[in-house]
Protein backbone atom coordinates (compact mmCIF):
# COMPACT_ATOMS: atom_id res chain seq x y z
CA UNK A 1 0.00 0.00 0.00
CA UNK A 2 2.67 2.38 0.90
CA UNK A 3 4.39 1.69 -2.73
CA UNK A 4 0.74 2.91 -4.25
CA UNK A 5 0.81 5.68 -2.26
CA UNK A 6 4.52 6.90 -2.95
CA UNK A 7 4.06 5.96 -6.86
CA UNK A 8 0.83 7.91 -6.82
CA UNK A 9 2.91 11.13 -5.23
CA UNK A 10 5.86 10.50 -7.91
CA UNK A 11 2.45 10.67 -10.60
CA UNK A 12 1.13 14.08 -9.35
CA UNK A 13 3.88 15.55 -8.76
CA UNK A 14 5.06 15.31 -12.17
CA UNK A 15 2.01 16.43 -13.64
CA UNK A 16 2.15 19.49 -11.34
CA UNK A 17 5.94 20.25 -12.51
CA UNK A 18 5.03 19.61 -16.18
CA UNK A 19 1.36 21.90 -15.94
CA UNK A 20 3.73 24.60 -14.17
CA UNK A 21 6.11 24.25 -17.04
CA UNK A 22 3.86 25.17 -19.38
CA UNK A 23 2.32 27.81 -18.51
CA UNK A 24 5.39 29.38 -16.96
CA UNK A 25 6.56 28.73 -21.54
CA UNK A 26 3.23 29.50 -22.55
CA UNK A 27 1.64 32.15 -20.36
CA UNK A 28 3.65 34.00 -17.72
CA UNK A 29 6.30 35.91 -18.94
CA UNK A 30 4.44 37.74 -21.83
CA UNK A 31 2.95 41.04 -21.25
CA UNK A 32 1.50 42.86 -24.00
CA UNK A 33 3.11 46.10 -25.26
CA UNK A 34 1.75 49.15 -27.04
CA UNK A 35 3.41 50.45 -29.91
CA UNK A 36 6.41 52.03 -29.68
CA UNK A 37 6.35 55.53 -28.08
CA UNK A 38 8.74 56.28 -30.96
CA UNK A 39 7.03 54.30 -33.79
CA UNK A 40 7.54 51.38 -35.40
CA UNK A 41 10.92 52.14 -36.82
CA UNK A 42 13.28 50.86 -39.77
CA UNK A 43 16.72 51.30 -41.04
CA UNK A 44 17.40 53.21 -44.25
CA UNK A 45 19.84 52.44 -47.02
CA UNK A 46 21.65 55.21 -45.47
CA UNK A 47 21.68 53.45 -41.86
CA UNK A 48 19.31 55.71 -40.23
CA UNK A 49 16.22 54.82 -38.28
CA UNK A 50 12.98 56.54 -39.93
CA UNK A 51 9.16 55.68 -38.63
CA UNK A 52 6.64 54.15 -40.79
CA UNK A 53 2.75 54.29 -40.42
CA UNK A 54 1.52 51.88 -38.54
CA UNK A 55 -2.12 50.95 -37.60
CA UNK A 56 -3.76 48.03 -35.97
CA UNK A 57 -0.35 47.55 -33.79
CA UNK A 58 -0.62 44.54 -31.58
CA UNK A 59 2.51 43.34 -29.51
CA UNK A 60 3.81 40.80 -26.84
CA UNK A 61 7.44 40.84 -25.43
CA UNK A 62 8.83 39.15 -22.54
CA UNK A 63 11.91 40.28 -20.66
CA UNK A 64 12.83 36.92 -19.93
CA UNK A 65 14.43 36.58 -23.38
CA UNK A 66 15.70 39.00 -25.84
CA UNK A 67 13.85 37.30 -28.87
CA UNK A 68 10.50 36.96 -27.36
CA UNK A 69 9.14 39.54 -28.97
CA UNK A 70 6.63 39.31 -31.88
CA UNK A 71 3.90 42.50 -33.41
CA UNK A 72 1.79 41.93 -35.48
CA UNK A 73 0.30 45.42 -37.78
CA UNK A 74 -0.22 47.27 -40.80
CA UNK A 75 1.21 49.69 -43.24
CA UNK A 76 -0.16 52.09 -45.72
CA UNK A 77 3.11 51.99 -47.68
CA UNK A 78 3.75 49.56 -50.61
CA UNK A 79 6.34 47.09 -50.48
CA UNK A 80 7.94 49.16 -54.03
CA UNK A 81 8.43 51.81 -51.83
CA UNK A 82 9.59 50.23 -48.68
CA UNK A 83 12.31 48.28 -50.88
CA UNK A 84 13.96 51.45 -52.52
CA UNK A 85 13.80 53.64 -48.89
CA UNK A 86 14.79 50.76 -46.34
CA UNK A 87 17.67 47.90 -45.67
CA UNK A 88 16.21 44.36 -46.76
CA UNK A 89 17.05 41.94 -43.91
CA UNK A 90 18.03 38.51 -46.70
CA UNK A 91 18.33 36.23 -43.51
CA UNK A 92 14.55 36.67 -41.94
CA UNK A 93 13.12 33.60 -40.52
CA UNK A 94 10.10 34.26 -38.48
CA UNK A 95 10.10 32.64 -34.92
CA UNK A 96 6.79 31.25 -33.31
CA UNK A 97 4.88 32.66 -30.80
CA UNK A 98 2.44 31.62 -28.31
CA UNK A 99 -0.32 29.71 -29.82
CA UNK A 100 -2.98 32.31 -27.71
CA UNK A 101 -1.03 35.31 -29.89
CA UNK A 102 -3.05 34.73 -33.13
CA UNK A 103 -2.64 37.16 -35.26
CA UNK A 104 1.52 35.94 -35.52
CA UNK A 105 2.15 32.83 -37.63
CA UNK A 106 5.63 32.09 -38.43
CA UNK A 107 5.28 29.12 -40.90
CA UNK A 108 2.30 31.49 -42.95
CA UNK A 109 4.91 34.36 -42.70
CA UNK A 110 8.09 32.27 -43.67
CA UNK A 111 6.14 30.98 -47.18
CA UNK A 112 5.07 34.97 -47.87
CA UNK A 113 8.35 35.95 -47.72
CA UNK A 114 9.72 32.81 -49.70
CA UNK A 115 6.53 33.19 -52.35
CA UNK A 116 7.84 36.86 -53.11
CA UNK A 117 3.93 38.10 -51.33
CA UNK A 118 6.22 39.49 -48.45
CA UNK A 119 9.81 41.10 -47.87
CA UNK A 120 11.45 41.56 -44.45
CA UNK A 121 13.53 44.43 -43.38
CA UNK A 122 15.58 45.63 -40.80
CA UNK A 123 13.95 47.48 -37.99
CA UNK A 124 16.67 47.90 -35.54
CA UNK A 125 20.47 46.25 -35.72
CA UNK A 126 21.79 44.77 -32.38
CA UNK A 127 18.45 46.36 -30.11
CA UNK A 128 20.20 43.47 -27.61
CA UNK A 129 23.45 42.30 -28.48
CA UNK A 130 23.35 39.77 -31.03
CA UNK A 131 19.82 40.48 -31.90
CA UNK A 132 18.34 42.26 -34.74
CA UNK A 133 14.56 43.39 -35.03
CA UNK A 134 13.00 42.05 -38.33
CA UNK A 135 9.87 43.89 -39.78
CA UNK A 136 8.16 41.35 -42.59
CA UNK A 137 5.50 43.19 -44.32
CA UNK A 138 3.53 41.38 -47.08
CA UNK A 139 1.87 42.78 -50.42
CA UNK A 140 -1.46 43.60 -48.84
CA UNK A 141 0.04 45.71 -46.23
CA UNK A 142 -0.04 43.11 -43.00
CA UNK A 143 3.17 43.50 -41.58
CA UNK A 144 4.39 41.41 -38.66
CA UNK A 145 8.07 42.41 -36.41
CA UNK A 146 10.54 39.85 -34.35
CA UNK A 147 13.44 39.84 -32.65
CA UNK A 148 15.91 37.20 -34.20
CA UNK A 149 20.07 36.28 -33.48
CA UNK A 150 22.39 38.04 -36.02
CA UNK A 151 25.73 36.16 -36.95
CA UNK A 152 27.33 37.68 -33.39
CA UNK A 153 24.43 36.51 -31.49
CA UNK A 154 24.48 32.86 -32.99
CA UNK A 155 28.36 33.13 -32.53
CA UNK A 156 28.14 34.28 -28.75
CA UNK A 157 25.41 31.98 -28.02
CA UNK A 158 26.85 28.68 -29.51
CA UNK A 159 30.10 29.41 -28.45
CA UNK A 160 32.13 30.24 -31.28
CA UNK A 161 34.70 33.28 -31.37
CA UNK A 162 32.85 36.54 -31.76
CA UNK A 163 34.33 38.37 -34.54
CA UNK A 164 35.92 41.77 -34.54
CA UNK A 165 32.75 43.34 -36.93
CA UNK A 166 30.35 42.50 -33.61
CA UNK A 167 29.90 44.94 -30.92
CA UNK A 168 31.21 45.06 -27.67
CA UNK A 169 29.45 43.37 -25.57
CA UNK A 170 29.30 45.38 -21.91
CA UNK A 171 29.52 42.54 -18.77
CA UNK A 172 25.91 42.52 -17.45
CA UNK A 173 23.88 43.27 -20.61
CA UNK A 174 21.63 40.93 -22.00
Request: a negative charge.
Amino acid sequence: MTGKLIAGFIVVSAIVAAAAMYYLQVYAFYDEVNAPQDGVVMTTYGGSEQKIITKDFQGIDADSSPIRFRACFNTPHSLAMLSETFEIYDTAEPLTAPGWFDCFDAKGIADDLSSGQALAFLSVKNISFGVDRVIAVASDGRAYAWNQLNNCGEQAYDGSAVGEVCPTRELGAE
